[in-house]
């Protein structure tokens, strides 16, 4: 079963500065609470459909690391990458950015796709036992996270 996770917020910022901002994942731990960024891999350098990311987290003292693929690149508006592991897409994480009159609509969602056992397995690596919970509140602090950076100067 399938459970998506969606928050949203809006940011008085063009949608291709807040594009290029989420596109940047070695930054990503500068907004997000439990990404602490990480590096392109595999010949990659930069966002692309089929790029590689290798990117560190941390709970607490828990700290791991996972590599992703870009699944969705469509600038301005759509970037998506899956979290890959024992090679199987255990969730996407999908930024949807919309124009509006005052800058954009930011969209911000988790699909989860892991099936009990590697849910388990994700328990025990991370000690999150609610991940939707948990991912819902680490994403509205992402975004208004992001809001703050890109209303800055």
């Known amino acids: 079963m399938t459970n998506v996770v969606s928050v949203s917020c809006e940011i008085a910022a063009p949608a291709e500065k807040v594009w290029a901002m989420v596109t940047d994942l070695?930054?990503?731990?500068?907004w997000s609470p439990?990404?602490?960024?990480?590096?392109?891999?595999?010949?990659?350098?930069?966002?692309?459909?089929?790029a590689r990311f290798k990117g560190k987290n941390r709970i607490g003292r828990r700290s791991w690391s996972t590599s992703v693929e870009v699944t969705v690149c469509e600038a301005p508006r759509r970037f998506s990458f899956a979290l890959m592991a024992l090679g199987k897409n255990w969730c996407d994480w999908v930024f949807e950015i919309e124009p509006t009159a005052t800058g954009c609509r930011v969209t911000h969602s988790w699909v989860d796709h892991r099936n009990a056992a590697a849910g388990y397995l994700g328990r025990m690596i991370t000690g999150v036992s609610d991940r939707a919970t948990h991912n819902r509140r680490n994403m509205e602090v992402t975004l208004e996270n992001l809001k703050s950076a890109a209303t800055q100067g």
């Open 26 to 30: 070695p930054r990503m731990g500068d």
């Open 34 to 50: 439990e990404n602490r960024g990480g590096t392109w891999s595999k010949g990659a350098a930069g966002p692309a459909v089929g």
